[in-house]
Every structure is written in structure tokens, then in C-alpha cells.
């Protein structure tokens, strides 16, 4: 059993397990936003907050440390680590922020550069955050299992942009791509191929982001917040889905589904074991290469695991401190053991 970081407003919470559970709770008021893992150096985890900028803990997050000179906006939205050439090495740190911008940091968090030909790119102009026009940020990072340097950065609203190079150069959103990805992915068992879960549906690409596609038949919901594909089999693919924002996120107001689909067959529930979909907010899901068909899946009902790749779902009996999962899960991520 891997041990789980849990995103909220209120903390970040990590479970950990030897013969029972116990949970720390650490950045509190500072309202966490995201989080990412070196697994080259899997006690570098990384913390981004929505007021108070970028924490850094090298002991697998029992302790944090604000790191982050050079990076120029408090508000950091989405992190990513990407690996290396050397195995051994440290891997290669993205930081996405509001107002959008991505700084980079080969070594550890210690420094930063701003990679800022993204801000360079044509369609720019038309980024903007519905709910905050004035502004928009790095929705998430993803950067590639498979090719060293190649990572994919989604603007909330307007892009699906891409790096090549470790961000020293850019390639602009194609035609017929996601303009609101909320969540990606990609499979070291699929070089290439892109899962985008976003606010205008599910897209794939097979060729680095080159051309896409929306393969949607039997999603009912079109919205959706969250994707994991089985860390096992590129073709098993789950995500969370709702009608629209006002369903994904607030408790009061939330519907929230899970769908799965396998290769060449439609979607369908993947809700077998998980709470009813009316007042629960929309999942968010981690997988560990080392955990065949195991995902994870937290949302203001709890946290949930599935060892048959998402075809049935068994909540954890964990006891989280107040306020918990009350206002939904911003993210989740596994540790190693």
C-alpha cells in the first residue's frame, strides 16, 4: 500500500499506512492548490498554494520548506515533475501559475527560470478564466512518461500548449484540440498518446498532440475534471465527469458521475462502490506504476481506492481532521513506499 497525498483548501493531508493509518496535516491557511512527486528522488514532493507560493519537502513530505526564487506570482496553479536523462539524477520541476506563466527548475526547486516564450504564442489574446476574465492561469502540467523534455500545458481557458524542448520553445493549440483541459495524461505503455479531460469533453491524440480526437460515445456528462488510465493498460481510461462547473465543485450543488471505457468499446458508470453522484463534488484520481489496476479517487465523500481498474471502488477507513474533505479534493498523488 503506497501511502496517499490529499489536496483540500484547508490543508494538505497525507496517509500513510503501517499497521493502521495515521494522517498528517500540514500547510494549513495556506490554501494548497496542487502537487507533484519526483519519482527519481521520491522524497522530493512538491506543493503549490494558492496565496502563498511553492513548498518543497525532502523527506517524502513530513516536512516543508517555501522555495521558489524566481517564480514571481504567490498563486501557483499546477506542478510537474518530468524525468531525466539520468536516472539518478534530480528531475526536472514545472511550475504553472495565475496570472499563466511556467517557470522551470533543474534543481530542485533551489532556482527558477521563466519560460517565457509561452507568453509568446499567438492565441494568448484569447486566453481568459470565465469566472475572472481579467485573468487566466496553468490549469495542470503534464509532463511525458516517456520522451525526456516533452511536457503539455493547459491554460484555463483557451489552450493545450506544448513543449518539445523543456520549454524553451512552444507549439501553439491545433485545430480540433481541448480549449479547456482541466486534467491530462499520458502511459509509458502508449509513447505519444494524450488523454485531456476538460470543460468542453475527452480528447486523445496518439501523435504528441498533433491531431486529436473526441472519442465520446456513451459519456452522458460532457464536463469532466478528472482522468487516470490503469497504470497496467493504456486502453482502460476513467474520468470524472458533471453537466457543467456548477455541478463539479461545490458540495451543495454537486453531481458528479465516473465513467470507464476500455479499447473499442463506449463508455460507461464506473460508480460501483462509490457514493450516489447528487452532493458529491467531482473526483480527482492518482495512480502508482508499481499498483496494476489500482487507482485512487478523492472527493468530499472520502477517499476510495479500486484494485480491478475502476470496475468496482472500496472507500479506506481513514479518520481525517476536521474540516476534511468538506469542500471537495483540489488533488490527489501516491508515494511510494
Not at 517564480?71 to 501559475?97: C, F, K, N, R, W
Not at 494568448?124 to 509532463?143: A, K, L, M, N, Q
Not at 481557458?157 to 493549440?173: E, I, K, M, S
Not at 480549449?179 to 470543460?199: E, L, N, V, W
Request: with cysteine; aromatic share 8%.
Amino acid at each position: 500500500m503506497v501511502g496517499i497525498v490529499v489536496v483540500t483548501r484547508a490543508a494538505l493531508l497525507i496517509a500513510r499506512r503501517a499497521a493502521n493509518w495515521t494522517v498528517e496535516e500540514h500547510l494549513g491557511g495556506r490554501s494548497p492548490a496542487c502537487v507533484a512527486l519526483d519519482l527519481q528522488r521520491p522524497d522530493n514532493v512538491y506543493c503549490g498554494t494558492a496565496r502563498a507560493g511553492l513548498f518543497r519537502s525532502r523527506d517524502g513530505g513530513r516536512t516543508w520548506d517555501s522555495v521558489g526564487p524566481g517564480i514571481h506570482h504567490p498563486m501557483v496553479t499546477a506542478l510537474a515533475v518530468g524525468q531525466t536523462e539520468h536516472a539518478d539524477s534530480l528531475g526536472t520541476v514545472y511550475a504553472g501559475t495565475e496570472p499563466s506563466a511556467v517557470f522551470r527548475s533543474d534543481t530542485g526547486g533551489d532556482s527558477w527560470a521563466d519560460l517565457a516564450s509561452l507568453r509568446a504564442l499567438p492565441s494568448t489574446h484569447t486566453w481568459s478564466f470565465p469566472p475572472r476574465p481579467h485573468t487566466h492561469h496553468v490549469r495542470w502540467i503534464e509532463t511525458d512518461v516517456s520522451v525526456a523534455g516533452r511536457a503539455f500545458v493547459a491554460i484555463e481557458a483557451g489552450a493545450l500548449v506544448r513543449t518539445f524542448d523543456g520549454g524553451q520553445t512552444w507549439r501553439d493549440r491545433v485545430r480540433g484540440g481541448p480549449y479547456d483541459t482541466h486534467t491530462a495524461a499520458t502511459h509509458a505503455h502508449a509513447p505519444g498518446r494524450i488523454y485531456s479531460a476538460a470543460g468542453d469533453g475527452y480528447f486523445e491524440s496518439t501523435d504528441a498532440g498533433d491531431s486529436w480526437r473526441p472519442p465520446d460515445d456513451g459519456l452522458r456528462h460532457r464536463y469532466l475534471i478528472g482522468v487516470a488510465v490503469d497504470p497496467e493498460d493504456p486502453d482502460v481510461v476513467i474520468v470524472s465527469a458533471t453537466d457543467g462547473p456548477g455541478s463539479a465543485y461545490s458540495p451543495r450543488s454537486a453531481e458528479a458521475y465516473v465513467y470507464r471505457k476500455t479499447s473499442g468499446k463506449p463508455w460507461g458508470p464506473a460508480m460501483t462502490g462509490l457514493p450516489e453522484a447528487r452532493g458529491t463534488t467531482a473526483s480527482r484520481f492518482a495512480t502508482q506504476v508499481s499498483e496494476p489496476g489500482v487507482i485512487y479517487a478523492g472527493n468530499n465523500r472520502g477517499l476510495f481506492r479500486s484494485d480491478d481498474a475502476a470496475q468496482s471502488w472500496k472507500a479506506l477507513d481513514i479518520t481525517w481532521p476536521a474540516p476534511g474533505f468538506a469542500d471537495g479534493v483540489a488533488a490527489l498523488a501516491c508515494l511510494p513506499e
